[in-house]
């Protein structure tokens, strides 16, 4: 985990990386004021919410669904939700915003509004499933979430467990070989199906009507989002990181969630004068 440093003690090196993230929010900002075209992707968990202790305890915003669709509005419908978390989950966090998405890494998309849920990945080997569950009984304060396509361990609550639990893992894994993938986030770790990651996702979001040749903008607060950056950058679009556990408040666009909030409600409401 990084942590931020008092502003008294950033060095030059330190400065010009601020002025470098200052200058993607105004380039976004005055592409999206100016009616250029651009297209938003957004993570969810600590992105436009807060991080909580367990992912069933997130507090939402008031008014996060309203501005979803404000946003979503001004940008002609090329705003999409990015998520680890499945879509069932998200649209109920949402609700009643819904918005094209991609859910579990990618493994579940919904590629227009009021289109259904796909899922994109084969379902969970059981006997995978029934192994893992074995592992976390031994494990006290570790959180089990299915995913449907894969499964997230939650040890925000026990993070002694964490090598523990990593070993077991991957002395699993071989016994199921060339089918999942073990992935490290905030706090967690997840078992996905191969193949799969939030840049294929937006890749392939890339390519809808709603949001082609459109400038891709993802925003993102963790490990999983650095391959969703590289796909907005290598499509000529930008990848904004927002601070938390992973990035630290020096190299991040956002200070937290409630900043990239009243950044999307300035974006919603501007106009060139
Ligand atoms: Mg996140």
Redesign the pocket.
């Given at each position: 985990m990084q942590h931020a440093r008092d502003s008294s003690s950033w060095s030059e090196s330190d400065l010009s990386l601020r002025d470098h993230v200052g200058t993607l929010r105004a380039n976004v900002e005055r592409l999206v004021a100016a009616d250029e075209p651009v297209a938003l992707y957004l993570?969810?968990?600590?992105?436009l919410l807060d991080v909580a202790l367990t992912p069933s305890t997130v507090h939402i915003p008031p008014g996060l669904p309203e501005l979803l669709d404000a946003l979503s509005q001004r940008l002609s419908g090329a705003v999409a939700i990015v998520t680890g978390r499945p879509l069932e989950e998200a649209d109920h966090l949402l609700s009643p915003a819904r918005l094209v998405a991609a859910g579990v890494h990618g493994a579940q998309m919904r590629l227009s509004v009021s289109g259904g849920i796909e899922s994109l990945a084969p379902s969970f080997d059981p006997f995978l499933h029934a192994d893992i569950k074995k592992i976390v009984q031994d494990l006290p304060g570790i959180v089990f979430e299915d995913k449907g396509n894969g499964v997230a361990l939650h040890y925000r609550l026990a993070p002694e467990q964490q090598p523990a639990l990593l070993l077991m893992l991957e002395n699993l894994l071989p016994k199921y070989p060339n089918q999942f993938a073990i992935c490290g986030g905030r706090k967690v770790i997840e078992i996905l199906p191969l193949g799969f990651s939030k840049g294929r996702a937006l890749r392939k979001l890339a390519t809808l009507p709603a949001f082609a040749n459109r400038v891709p903008v993802m925003i993102?607060?963790?490990i999983a989002?650095v391959d969703a950056f590289q796909a907005a950058e290598d499509l000529g679009g930008f990848g904004l990181k927002v601070a938390g556990e992973h990035f630290s408040k020096e190299e991040a666009t956002f200070q937290g969630p409630a900043d990239v909030l009243s950044w999307l409600q300035v974006l919603s409401h501007s106009r060139h004068p």
């Open positions: 993570d969810v968990d600590g992105t993102g607060d963790d989002d």
